[in-house]
């Protein structure tokens, strides 16, 4: 059967569109400013319209601060540079915490280990915990502004010494401990961080892993460091030299999160670019909480006595997003371990086993599950699942057809789009719209996106840039380390003048569906985690064999993703299997799994531009269907030759894996494609 774009999959029910909070909410919106909402359209061109009234709304409907109320919300809009509710007060924790009330022994956290038991952790348990943490931490000369890392793997400890840290005003940065050290010191090293919570290990595939030694490699390497507290993951005897957890809960203290100014940084993550250190992105405690709670509520339907999981690792933008679940009264349920371990369908096994309402995964998991002939739905007892979150990366039209039949008409499947970079789903799904095949079904409420062509005209049914055109409260105060903006202007604002460029190609149809084509830049994006090729390149040009190697990321027509490595060697060296083996245990072990090539392909030289810089982007656009000129100016290129001779390996190569795909994928090779130049 054919597939095609647009074709409606799925419809939410009259009951369901009725009980929803997003329909809530747009009554009282309509009730207080005599407005009428037909359909999500006028409702969505509303909340970007009347930008300051619609985060106005939003603070009122969750009781932002608990009945308190705030100050102007957005008095200059221009980009870089906006500022939002200045003068006002908020506390993410105190809202997190609040939700316990009348639920004090209900969960609020489950751990689930690939193997053994469940661990639960209560309202209550959390808010003994979250204040025991966030006193030790001040007994230990922690200060409000202070930096606290953590080498953590999806586990409760992760989450509440975040809300500690949070709940005194330190900044919280995470990563999991399958980074390799020196990812994590890059990371980390930027912050000069003052305390560290380190595993002692993780488990995976149903193997363990002992980070005991690494991570007091890590703590070496970070000299400002006072102090490193071990958290026994795997209950090992000892760990890096330092505190244990347990510790820290040895004098229970219930206390009150403090408030803090709502541009308060909150944390620290992690949007890394194709040179140089990745880059801190610092969050705000006031944009974090108004749009988690958005983007939860409204667009997700989260309420009390939910219990949601997302697959993810504390090093992805979703874990924070899994903790933010919280603020809307929900269950997080934890998963640390492999999704396909031991068997593919070992997510909707975790959803029958805990009554999930909702499960986050990767379109890649997703493609595998259809390919094994799975049907969670006939499969498996999911009375409670109402909804499956996808996101990280393009989806193929024939993953859409398998979940929404798969999944049965009880449950929305949801595919949306967004960014580490200002935390938040800027083209995503909603309780009142139906799901198109190989669509986002709208744009986000308050996310003022669109495509615009090079001269910055906005598209309709064209692919072109994918722009905010007006600010998020969300957006990243600044990058960490970038004194004077220049860095996160450049990064941001330089195409575009006062407009958002976030580096997706984006198509809005005319309905209001959106399509991402993938990235327009040169980051990476696998497995649905950004990556920087920096991370990749340290690890490879270290080895003595390698003298040079530049990686692209490129988004195949199926969905899959595409991850080669071209080195030049060397003299004397010869690319064999042992080298490549080499070549891909040193990504594996210094930047991380998710790093590892696809293909590692020999060329006689890696091309530049003539101050010195890598050509991936223009590679990336050639490989992706982009003629030559456009892509890349062959006089702006050190060699030439090299840049033609490097294409070729990368064409050819490209043409031996499309041989291995179905015919019926190979032919909507072109639809994939972004435009040339």
């Known amino acids: 059967?054919?597939?095609?774009?647009?074709?409606?999959?799925?419809?939410?029910?009259?009951?369901?569109?009725?009980?929803?909070?997003?329909?809530?909410?747009?009554?009282?919106?309509?009730?207080?400013?005599?407005?009428?909402?037909?359909?999500?359209?006028?409702?969505?061109?509303?909340?970007?319209?009347?930008?300051?009234?619609?985060?106005?709304?939003?603070?009122?409907?969750?009781?932002?601060?608990?009945?308190?109320?705030?100050?102007?919300?957005?008095?200059?809009?221009?980009?870089?540079?906006?500022?939002?509710?200045?003068g006002t007060h908020v506390s993410f924790v105190e809202h997190v915490l609040r939700q316990a009330s009348g639920r004090e022994d209900e969960a609020a956290l489950v751990a689930v280990p690939e193997h053994g038991p469940s661990r639960v952790t209560t309202w209550r348990q959390l808010a003994d915990q979250v204040g025991a943490v966030a006193a030790a931490l001040t007994r230990l000369g922690v200060h409000e502004g202070d930096r606290v890392v953590a080498y953590l793997p999806n586990v409760p400890e992760a989450v509440i010494a975040f809300l500690a840290t949070a709940s005194i005003g330190a900044v919280w940065s995470t990563c999991g401990p399958d980074i390799g050290r020196r990812s994590a010191t890059d990371r980390f090293g930027q912050l000069d961080p003052v305390l560290l919570f380190a595993a002692d290990g993780y488990r995976f595939g149903g193997r363990t892993y002992d980070r005991r030694a690494a991570a007091q490699e890590l703590a070496d390497s970070l000299p400002s460091l006072r102090h490193?507290?071990?958290?026994?993951?795997?209950?090992?005897?000892?760990?890096?030299?330092?505190?244990?957890?347990?510790?820290?809960?040895?004098?229970?203290?219930?206390?009150?999160?403090?408030?803090?100014?709502?541009?308060?940084?909150?944390?620290?993550?992690?949007?890394?670019?194709?040179?140089?250190?990745?880059?801190?992105?610092?969050?705000?405690?006031?944009?974090?909480?108004?749009?988690?709670?958005?983007?939860?509520?409204?667009?997700?339907?989260?309420?009390?006595?939910?219990?949601?999981?997302?697959?993810?690792?504390?090093?992805?933008?979703?874990?924070?997003?899994?903790?933010?679940?919280?603020?809307?009264?929900?269950?997080?349920?934890?998963?640390?371990?492999?999704?396909?371990?031991?068997?593919?369908?070992?997510?909707?096994?975790?959803?029958?086993?805990?009554?999930?309402?909702?499960?986050?995964?990767?379109?890649?998991?997703?493609?595998?599950?259809?390919?094994?002939?799975?049907?969670p739905s006939r499969d498996h007892d999911l009375p409670s699942l109402r909804s499956v979150g996808v996101t990280g990366s393009p989806v193929p039209a024939a993953t859409y057809r398998w979940a929404t039949q798969a999944l049965g008409p009880r449950v929305h499947f949801r595919v949306f789009s967004g960014g580490t970079d200002f935390f938040a789903n800027v083209v995503d799904t909603a309780p009142w719209l139906p799901v198109f095949t190989g669509e986002m079904s709208g744009r986000a409420l308050g996310c003022h996106v669109e495509a615009w062509d090079p001269e910055g005209h906005p598209l309709v049914d064209e692919v072109g840039e994918l722009v905010l055109v007006a600010p998020l409260p969300s957006m990243p105060l600044a990058i960490w380390g970038d004194t004077d903006g220049s860095r996160?202007?450049?990064?941001?604002?330089?195409?575009?003048?006062?407009?958002?460029?976030?580096?997706?190609?984006?198509t809005i149809t005319r309905r209001g569906s959106a399509v991402i084509s993938g990235r327009s830049d040169a980051t990476l994006n696998r497995h649905g985690v950004r990556m920087g090729s920096a991370d990749i390149y340290q690890a490879v040009e270290m080895l003595p064999e390698i003298t040079e190697a530049l990686v692209l990321g490129i988004e195949e027509p199926d969905g899959g993703y595409w991850l080669p490595l071209f080195v030049r060697l060397a003299p004397g060296r010869a690319l064999d299997d042992a080298l490549i083996a080499r070549v891909k245990d040193a990504v594996r072990e210094h930047a991380s799994p998710r790093h590892v090539p696809d293909d590692v392909l020999g060329v006689r030289a890696i091309p530049h531009t003539p101050t010195g810089k890598k050509l991936e982007i223009p590679i990336k656009r050639i490989v992706q269907g982009a003629s030559v000129p456009p892509a890349g100016d062959l006089g702006a290129v050190d060699d030439p030759e090299a840049l033609r001779e490097l294409v070729e390996v990368a064409l050819r190569r490209q043409a031996e894996r499309a041989r291995r795909r179905p015919p019926s994928q190979i032919g909507r090779i072109t639809a994939a494609r972004p435009p040339s130049g």
Request: charged share 20%; proline share 6%.
């Open 1 to 86: 059967m054919s597939l095609e774009l647009g074709e409606v999959l799925w419809e939410p029910d009259r009951d369901r569109v009725q009980a929803a909070r997003l329909t809530e909410f747009a009554r009282v919106v309509q009730d207080k400013h005599g407005v009428r909402f037909d359909d999500y359209e006028t409702l969505w061109r509303w909340s970007v319209e009347h930008l300051e009234e619609f985060w106005s709304e939003v603070w009122d409907f969750f009781d932002v601060g608990a009945g308190s109320g705030h100050g102007p919300v957005l008095p200059d809009r221009r980009m870089p540079g906006a500022r939002w509710f200045p």
């Open 228 to 375: 490193v507290v071990t958290v026994p993951v795997l209950g090992l005897a000892d760990g890096a030299d330092g505190l244990r957890w347990d510790e820290l809960l040895a004098e229970p203290e219930r206390r009150s999160p403090e408030h803090f100014p709502f541009d308060h940084p909150l944390w620290v993550v992690y949007s890394s670019g194709t040179t140089g250190l990745p880059k801190g992105l610092v969050h705000g405690h006031g944009g974090v909480l108004l749009m988690a709670l958005v983007q939860g509520a409204l667009h997700g339907d989260q309420r009390s006595g939910d219990r949601a999981m997302s697959y993810t690792s504390t090093t992805w933008i979703m874990w924070n997003a899994v903790v933010c679940s919280l603020l809307n009264a929900v269950t997080a349920v934890l998963y640390d371990g492999n999704p396909m371990h031991p068997s593919v369908d070992r997510l909707w096994q975790l959803a029958e086993e805990h009554r999930l309402t909702a499960v986050g995964c990767s379109p890649g998991y997703l493609r595998a599950c259809h390919k094994e002939g799975l049907s």
């Open 488 to 506: 996160y202007r450049s990064t941001y604002f330089d195409t575009y003048p006062g407009v958002w460029r976030h580096g997706d190609w984006l």
